[in-house]
């Protein structure tokens, strides 16, 4: 029984590693201990780059900066004045989102949940969250979002850039109202960018591929950005990481509370860094062929233990 026990637990792994399909994906927003104090460069001045991607040359620091370490930002200009960047706010994020995707082969994907914090001060939050149909955000008086589709696409090859869209109904919760409540309302949101293998995240893979920001505000080449994700990065995503997301939007909300300050002039950017702890298709497949060595192992070493009966 024990025996017939491992033969079927081989079976369906080497049948999840050959048959994949969409299933859902958690991914993370990346934070790191040595982000502390620092924040991406709001402005595009004068003798500054301008570029909104954290540990590069222009970051800005300060004490109070960036406590929950984050990698991924949300940038507010009011007055929707594009350049000279983002002369308003920055609130870092954490939370996670689900995907329902196929990280092997690719293809149409869903997106599931949506949950982001954003701190501002240490009196200020500020709440990202997905719409649904049926969500009070969708009932036709905050704009037109919908909460559809919320889907996308994700092609699963280095040749094609790991490249990733998305196109999302969410609402921003910000400290003008009080919490909870519906501040901003965004329908189709756009995510470009990419979602690559961990075991790609390399010089080699990085050669293979012309991984950018879509949005520009890495400045650089894209030489100059692959390298920044492998010293930058790379070495700061948790050791369980398998997958690297890397999208970026940009859009004026199509909705905003009158009371806020805000209109539908301003634009809200954001970079989301995040990563995946699903294994990659070879670490499953590793998998399988060692627990069919540890099938074969355990039937040769029965036989070769002496029978009832006999003398060794």
Same mark, same amino acid.
Request: net charge negative; with cysteine; glycine share 10%.
């Given at each position: 029984?024990?025996?017939?026990?491992?033969?079927?637990?081989?079976?369906?792994?080497?049948?999840?590693?050959?048959?994949?399909?969409?299933?859902? #994906?958690?991914?993370?927003?990346? +934070? &790191? %201990?040595?982000?502390?104090?620092?924040?991406?460069?709001?402005?595009?001045?004068?003798?500054?780059?301008?570029? &909104?991607?954290?540990?590069?040359?222009?970051?800005?620091?300060?004490?109070?900066?960036?406590?929950?370490?984050?990698?991924?930002?949300?940038?507010?200009?009011?007055?929707?004045?594009?350049?000279?960047?983002?002369?308003?706010?920055?609130?870092?994020?954490?939370?996670?989102?689900?995907?329902?995707?196929?990280?092997?082969?690719?293809? !149409?994907?869903?997106?599931?949940?949506?949950?982001?914090?954003?701190?501002?001060?240490? +009196?200020?939050?500020? /709440?990202?969250?997905?719409?649904?149909?049926?969500?009070?955000?969708?009932?036709?008086?905050?704009?037109?979002?919908?909460?559809?589709?919320?889907?996308?696409?994700?092609? !699963?090859?280095?040749?094609?850039?790991?490249?990733?869209?998305?196109?999302?109904?969410? /609402? /921003?919760?910000?400290?003008?109202?009080?919490?909870?409540?519906?501040?901003?309302?965004?329908?189709?949101?756009?995510?470009?960018?990419?979602?690559?293998?961990?075991?790609?995240?390399?010089?080699?893979?990085?050669?293979?591929?012309?991984?950018?920001?879509?949005?520009? /505000?890495?400045?650089?080449?894209?030489?100059?950005?692959?390298?920044?994700?492998?010293?930058?990065?790379?070495?700061?995503?948790?050791?369980? %990481?398998?997958?690297?997301?890397?999208?970026?939007?940009?859009? &004026?909300?199509?909705?905003?509370?009158?009371?806020?300050?805000?209109?539908?002039?301003?634009?809200?950017?954001?970079?989301?860094? !995040?990563?995946?702890? #699903?294994?990659?298709?070879?670490?499953?497949?590793?998998?399988?062929?060692?627990?069919?060595?540890?099938?074969?192992?355990?039937?040769?070493?029965?036989?070769?233990?002496?029978?009832?009966?006999?003398?060794?």
């Amino acid at each position: 029984m024990k025996r017939l026990n491992l033969l079927v637990a081989f079976r369906l792994v080497l049948t999840a590693c050959t048959t994949a399909t969409a299933a859902p #994906v958690e991914f993370t927003l990346v +934070t &790191h %201990a040595e982000n502390a104090t620092l924040l991406p460069q709001p402005n595009a001045v004068q003798g500054v780059s301008g570029d &909104h991607l954290l540990r590069t040359a222009d970051d800005i620091t300060g004490a109070s900066y960036n406590p929950s370490e984050c990698f991924s930002f949300n940038f507010m200009n009011p007055a929707g004045v594009s350049p000279p960047g983002y002369a308003e706010g920055i609130h870092s994020m954490t939370g996670s989102f689900v995907l329902d995707v196929d990280l092997v082969a690719g293809g !149409a994907l869903g997106i599931n949940e949506l949950a982001f914090d954003g701190f501002i001060t240490l +009196t200020k939050s500020a /709440y990202q969250r997905l719409v649904k149909t049926g969500d009070r955000a969708a009932d036709g008086s905050h704009g037109p979002v919908n909460g559809q589709p919320n889907t996308g696409s994700y092609v !699963a090859s280095g040749n094609s850039n790991w490249a990733f869209t998305a196109t999302i109904d969410w /609402y /921003y919760d910000t400290p003008f109202g009080q919490h909870p409540s519906i501040d901003m309302t965004f329908n189709d949101y756009q995510w470009n960018g990419f979602i690559v293998p961990i075991s790609e995240l390399t010089p080699a893979g990085m050669a293979a591929t012309a991984l950018d920001d879509f949005l520009g /505000y890495f400045g650089g080449t894209s030489e100059n950005f692959e390298s920044w994700l492998l010293t930058e990065i790379a070495p700061r995503l948790p050791s369980d %990481a398998q997958y690297l997301l890397f999208a970026q939007g940009e859009a &004026h909300p199509d909705w905003v509370d009158g009371l806020m300050g805000m209109t539908t002039d301003g634009i809200v950017g954001q970079t989301v860094i !995040a990563y995946a702890s #699903v294994p990659e298709p070879g670490t499953a497949m590793l998998l399988a062929i060692g627990l069919s060595g540890l099938i074969v192992g355990k039937r040769l070493s029965r036989k070769s233990q002496p029978q009832p009966g006999t003398i060794p």
